[in-house]
Nanobody
Framework: QLQASGGGSVQVGGSLKLSCAVS????????IGWFRQTPGNEREGVSA????????YYAASVKGRFTISIDNAKNTLYLEINSLKPDDSAVYYC??????????????WGQGTQVTVSS
């Protein structure tokens, strides 16, 4: 299971730190990250981190403002969001993709947490 939290309403330029508590499964080969979605639009990949080589991915629109991290001791994924813009307003979801020998086995999604940025 994945449980996202930390969303809220902030003003332009503000910051938030989203958390995603992960429980229920333990695998060595996975990618975990954040997506976001606004009404009427497809879910967009925001940032991800690989458990295999710790490589990270950021969407161009968030690079330099968002930072993804994992606390393995707490089984928690974080997304630190700085310099928030109105376009960052969305429901943010955490997700985990499990692989075996580089073959996708399953995807797990958490419920979303709303981020609203006002000017």
């Amino acid at each position: 299971q994945l449980q996202a939290s930390g969303g809220g309403s902030v003003q332009v330029g503000g910051s938030l730190k989203l958390s995603c508590a992960v429980s229920g499964h333990s695998f060595d080969e996975y990618i975990i990250g954040w997506f976001r979605q606004t009404p009427g639009n497809e879910r967009e990949g925001v940032s991800a981190i690989s458990a295999v080589d710790d490589s990270t991915y950021y969407a161009a629109s968030v690079k330099g403002r968002f930072t993804i991290s994992i606390d393995n001791a707490k089984n928690t994924l974080y997304l630190e969001i700085n310099s928030l813009k109105p376009d960052d307003s969305a429901v943010y979801y955490c997700a985990k993709s499990i692989y075996s020998d580089s073959v996708l086995q399953n995807n797990y999604w958490g419920q979303g947490t709303q981020v609203t940025v006002s000017s």
